[in-house]
């Protein structure tokens, strides 16, 4: 019997496990963008975002939304809709309603502490780094990358969780890379770096 409820639990893990968070990349916020501002500040709000203009290699030629089109595609979203508000920050109320709007999707992510997030820049910086890093996880993932290192930066006020695992080699899959960005680390600056096999990139 015993172990039975043992196998219940342990599939009932395997489960939650399945839908776990894994980040927020796609995301039509076209109704909230065109309620929300008028045309002049939808201009404005376009015309002044520069990455709107820049690929990822820096080329002035994709745009992330238009004047009339708040379709997010293949974008970590909360730390870009945090980005938007920065941009903005001339423009207060502009830059405040995109922050609410940011403080609103990021309740999607489901560790998400809204309370310390609107008051705490530490906790706002970690919970941005934890969307950047489930998506570099999603793209190392479709550009076939296997094994990434851990790097804590050389941050010397990590902490040891953080120092002891820079540098070491883990499976794309494994359950400890989710997992370390799970909890909130004041000082965690981690990042993860593909382990490049050979012939992987040249196509
Ligand atoms: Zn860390």
Sequence with gaps: MKKFILKFFNSMNTENSIVEFTGLHNMDLTDWWTSTFTDQERSIIYQKFYPNFCDMLGNRNRSIFTENNFAIEDEAII???????????????IASKIFLKFLDISKNDPICDSELLSTSKDYKNWFILRQLILYNIKNFNQLGVKRVSFSDGNYENAIDECKGLSGKQFGLGESIIVEHWKKYKPTCRCVLLPEIEEGLLVD
């Design 79 to 93: 730390p870009f809709m945090e980005n938007l508000s920065t941009y903005m920050r001339n423009h207060d109320d």
